[in-house]
T-cell receptor
Framework: GESVGLHLPTLSVQEGDNSIINCAYS??????FIWYKQESGKGPQFIID?????DKRQGQRVTVLLNKTVKHLSLQIAATQPGDSAVYFC????????????FGDGTTLTVKP | DTAVSQTPKYLVTQMGNDKSIKCEQN?????MYWYKQDSKKFLKIMFS???????INETVPNRFSPKSPDKAHLNLHINSLELGDSAVYFC??????????FGDGTRLSIL
């Protein structure tokens, strides 16, 4: 079956450093990938997405990299701030499946002041 | 202003009871979802509706019954609640092929 997994369940970084959160997926038919951020007591919030015809996409302080050869996805956060502390999920979709997302297990990012 | 709103936020009830959770979205999306998040934060999809039609029905006990009266609403009714149903339930919505927008969850505790 398909699975989406994050490489590390927890990540601790110093404020101001860059953070990299990794994700591996198993379904080569996946064509749409999303990163979500979940703060305590709230629902997951969309951060950035990327389609399989791209290998890099940038947002404000965040960059997503997609390596389809090794089925790997990463989220880079520049100049990490205390407000970035949260659980981060990657999710993969297959376009023919009307938006069904398979979520990874989540990485808890802690930013130390 | 709230894009995806679900009620109640907290639900504490006894085993064997029946309860409902309501969800509404004002984003004009055509697809809505219910997820269950366990204590380890693992998110598992339960159901998905597209324009009021059930399109995803994962391996969920038939004690759980979703209902979509219109494409802006997706409610979840749970019969004969069990201890293992304790979790946070999230409603979400999306446009076709787009990211999902989540509500803030309903924390269900079974005594």
């Amino acid at each position: 079956g398909e699975s989406v997994g994050l490489h590390l369940p927890t990540l601790s970084v110093q404020e101001g450093d860059n953070s990299i959160i990794n994700c591996a997926y198993s379904n080569s038919a996946s064509d749409y990938f999303i990163w979500y951020k979940q703060e305590s007591g709230k629902g997951p919030q969309f951060i950035i997405d990327i389609r399989s015809n791209m290998d890099k996409r940038q947002g404000q302080r965040v960059t997503v990299l997609l390596n389809k050869t090794v089925k790997h996805l990463s989220l880079q956060i520049a100049a990490t701030q205390p407000g970035d502390s949260a659980v981060y999920f990657c999710a993969e979709n297959r376009g023919t499946n009307a938006g069904k997302s398979t979520f990874g297990d989540g990485t808890t990012l802690t930013v130390k002041p | 202003d709230t894009a995806v709103s679900q009620t109640p936020k907290y639900l504490v009830t006894q085993m064997g009871n029946d309860k409902s959770i309501k969800c509404e979205q004002n984003l004009g999306h055509d697809t809505m979802y219910w997820y269950k998040q366990d204590s380890k934060k693992f998110l598992k999809i339960m159901f998905s509706y597209n324009n009021k039609e059930l399109i995803i029905n994962e391996t969920v006990p038939n004690r759980f019954s979703p209902k979509s009266p219109d494409k802006a609403h997706l409610n979840l009714h749970i019969n004969s609640l069990e201890l293992g149903d304790s979790a946070v339930y999230f409603c979400a919505s999306s446009s076709t092929g787009g990211p999902q927008h989540f509500g803030d969850g309903t924390r269900l505790s079974i005594l």
